[in-house]
């Protein structure tokens, strides 16, 4: 696609229950990114994807958070038995890196989660 | 991982003051140096970006950073703000794939 999508844009679900947010990079992206955005705060790293793999998986808050990427380009983030404090924007973004080419990262419009 | 700090949290100007935003980070091999911009209720978008060559890169709106490598810098100036300058700034840094950011600062222009 033109750009980064993400979806859904407005998540309510309650406390305890299982959501997947999804992010579709732009095509030819070889990096895709996951971060949280608070009320009031920065952008939290989450995890970031190299093709499949993701190198650094630290910045994920706890066990119940995870990621996969599949064929180089959809990934899904997964929040098990979700909390209130898990309420925030989760934005993910992409970019070019490798074959000697290496670009800024394009955001999505984020998904916003709200944990009642 | 590397770090990034942003000294500012929140700076209040009138229009036509000038604008810098501090922006350190803690890795010291070869970085890409980003600054972002969120509007109110608008999602990130590029002001600007340094990959190598020329230290004092220019971007959009009036916008434009020094890259000092001796002091780990990246400052975001701009010599006369606007009102519509109104946003948070986060400053980034990326290293091969890796991207990380600064808390971000708000900044409130008054007209």
Same mark, same amino acid.
Request: a negative charge.
């Given at each position: 696609g033109a750009g980064v999508s993400q979806s859904p844009s407005n998540k309510v679900t309650e406390k305890g229950k299982d959501v997947e947010l999804r992010c579709d990079p732009?095509?030819?992206?070889t990096a895709l990114y996951w971060y949280r955005q608070s009320l009031g705060q920065g952008l939290e790293f989450l995890i970031y994807f190299q093709g499949n793999s993701a190198?650094?998986?630290?910045?994920?808050?706890? *066990?119940?958070f995870s990621a996969e990427r599949t064929g180089g380009s959809v990934s899904t983030l997964t929040i098990q038995?979700? %909390? %209130?404090? *898990?309420?925030a924007v989760y934005l993910c973004a992409s970019s070019l890196v490798g074959q000697g080419l290496n670009t800024e990262a394009f955001f999505g419009q984020g998904t916003r989660l709200t944990v009642v | 991982a590397q770090s990034v700090s942003q000294h500012n949290h929140h700076v209040i100007l009138s229009e036509a003051a000038s604008l810098e935003l501090g922006c350190n980070y803690s890795y010291g091999g070869t970085v890409n140096l980003f600054w972002y911009v969120q509007y109110p209720g608008q999602h990130l978008q590029l002001l600007l970006k340094y990959?190598?060559?020329?230290?004092?890169v220019k971007g959009i709106k009036g916008f434009e950073a020094e890259f000092i490598k001796s002091k780990f810098s990246f400052n975001l100036r701009k010599p006369s703000v606007q009102w519509s300058d109104t946003a948070e700034y986060f400053c980034a840094v990326k290293l091969v794939g890796d991207m990380r950011f600064g808390a971000g600062t708000r900044l409130t222009v008054k007209p």
């Open positions: 732009i095509s030819g992206h190198p650094d998986k630290s910045g994920l808050p706890s *066990d119940r038995r979700t %909390q %209130q404090e *898990d309420s | 990959f190598s060559g020329d230290p004092l």
